[in-house]
């Protein structure tokens, strides 16, 4: 393990820790990025798995070409494959233009398939074979097209499990999992979570200018000895909650309890048991945790939809005052991020004139700051000079939510919140019928 190198890639990227099984991970990395093969990250959910197949991209000699990450889980399931393989104009209903799907635009570089455990069964058909002959078909389509994209994917559900229950391909699983790197949950990197508290008190100090929360030794005890369902991304949003809404600045295990942080050293405790019938990489873990992940989701998809109504309402505000403005769209990096409304500084730009959300993540480069490694790169294109009218947003927004939902009238209206008649007579009216 080469010290030097892995120390180097936690700072460039911003990873705080010095827990082995974390160091090990890190170096698994380093050292398969030159190689072309395929690699499966495992871990939990907010174990941090999403900044390893930045730092393999980075370090392979495709680093120059594109970088995707793919949730796989938050796409809907009708539109998957054109979303990854491309479709043809009128294939479906709202498929109003060609498309391109990722394994076109990202070839010679890379995708990140996350959650790749949640791709339907068509899909895992439709990927084995790209991965095993670089060939694929758009839908609607029976042209073949080739193209070279190297895979990482990252799970946090248990595949053995999911082979088991015919959920997943066994002979995909096999190719993607070429090379396995297992994310250590927080509970298991002892003193890493007091790191991390540190972290991220002093990162949010920065930001609002107010003195930085500090643990007692009892608190940081309590830290310790709890399981962290959520691991990193729980711990950075109990850090930003407490730093905003406490009084105190001493945090004392009470305060820590009070937000729900509770003293899994006695066993039962109401919420979280202590560790019993766990395994890795999540099987069998008790189900008041995976209730509380999923609880998490839930909250982190409520607080991310929430944040994008507000940025797409605020941007056709400031789109109407200032027509000169470039006309962009700022959506969340991470669809299952529990962002709630403290979230801060981790943001996308997204390509407006893409109809899907493509996530180009960037980190710094060696040169640049530190401190400004969690601020995503900023890609903005002009979509065209003068301002939409209302009427060409409606237009727009109507496309682009059909798209996403396939061409499914009935979901499109719930998104945009209008009734299925007003849909229709605006389908009908900006003449989207094909
Ligand atoms: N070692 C680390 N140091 C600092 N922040 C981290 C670290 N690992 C993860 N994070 C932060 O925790 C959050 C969850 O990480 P993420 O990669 O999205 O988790 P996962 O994909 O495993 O669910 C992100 O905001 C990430 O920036
Ligand atoms: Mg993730």
């Known amino acids: 393990m080469n010290e030097k190198v892995i120390q180097q890639v936690k700072q460039r990227y911003g990873i705080v820790g010095n827990y082995e099984g974390l160091n090990r991970s890190i170096d698994i990395a380093i050292q398969v990025a030159p190689t072309e093969l395929s690699v499966l990250i495992y871990g939990e959910s907010g174990v941090g798995k999403e900044v390893l197949p930045r730092v393999i991209h980075d370090n392979s000699a495709r680093k120059h070409n594109k970088y995707f990450a793919i949730n796989c889980g938050s796409l809907p399931e009708g539109t998957i494959d054109s979303e990854l393989f ?38 895992q058909a439709r990927l084995l074979r790209v991965l095993e002959t670089g060939e694929y078909i758009r839908v609607g389509e029976s042209e073949v097209r080739k193209t070279n994209v190297r895979i990482v994917a990252a799970t946090n559900v248990n595949m053995q499990k999911a082979i088991r229950e015919g959920k997943f391909r066994e002979d995909l ?43 007692t030794e009892d608190a940081r005890v309590l830290l310790l000895q709890y399981k962290w369902p959520g691991n990193i991304r ?9 730093s905003i809404i406490s009084k105190e600045r001493e945090i004392t295990p009470e305060i820590l309890m009070s937000y729900g942080v509770t003293d899994d050293s006695l066993g039962e405790t109401g919420l979280v048991l202590h560790g019993q019938n766990r395994e890795v990489h999540g099987q069998n873990v008790h189900s008041y945790e995976k209730e509380r992940d999923m609880l998490f989701q839930l909250l982190s998809s409520i607080g991310k939809e929430v944040k994008d109504l507000k940025e797409l309402v605020h941007n056709n505000m400031e789109h109407r005052q200032s027509p000169s403005q470039e006309n962009y769209r700022i959506l969340d990096e991470d669809m299952t991020e529990m962002n709630a409304p403290m979230q801060y500084g981790h943001q996308t730009v997204i390509r407006q004139p893409q109809p899907y959300i493509v996530n180009e993540q960037r980190y710094p480069s060696q040169n640049e700051p530190y401190s400004s490694h969690n601020i995503q ?5 002009p979509i065209e000079d003068a301002p939409m009218s209302n009427r060409e947003l409606m237009r727009k927004n109507i496309i682009e939510s059909l798209r996403r939902n396939n061409g ?21 009216e900006y003449g989207l019928e094909i």
């Open 234 to 242: 729980q711990l950075r949003n109990l850090v930003e909650q407490i």
């Open 173 to 215: 699983y096999y190719r993607l999992n070429t090379i396995p790197i297992n994310m250590p949950p927080l509970r298991e990197r002892g003193r890493d979570i007091e790191l991390l508290f540190r972290k991220f008190a002093y990162d949010i100090s920065e930001k609002y200018r107010i003195e930085p929360v500090r643990l």
């Open 377 to 381: 790169e900023v890609d903005i294109e």
């Open 86 to 123: 491309g479709h043809k104009k009128g294939s479906f209903t709202g498929a109003l233009d060609d498309r391109e799907g990722y394994f076109s635009v990202a070839n010679n570089g890379t995708l990140f398939l996350d959650e790749v455990g949640e791709l339907p069964l068509a899909t």
């Open 408 to 428: 499914n009238r009935k979901k499109t209206a719930t998104e945009l919140d209008i009734s299925e008649r007003t849909l229709y007579r605006k389908i009908k």
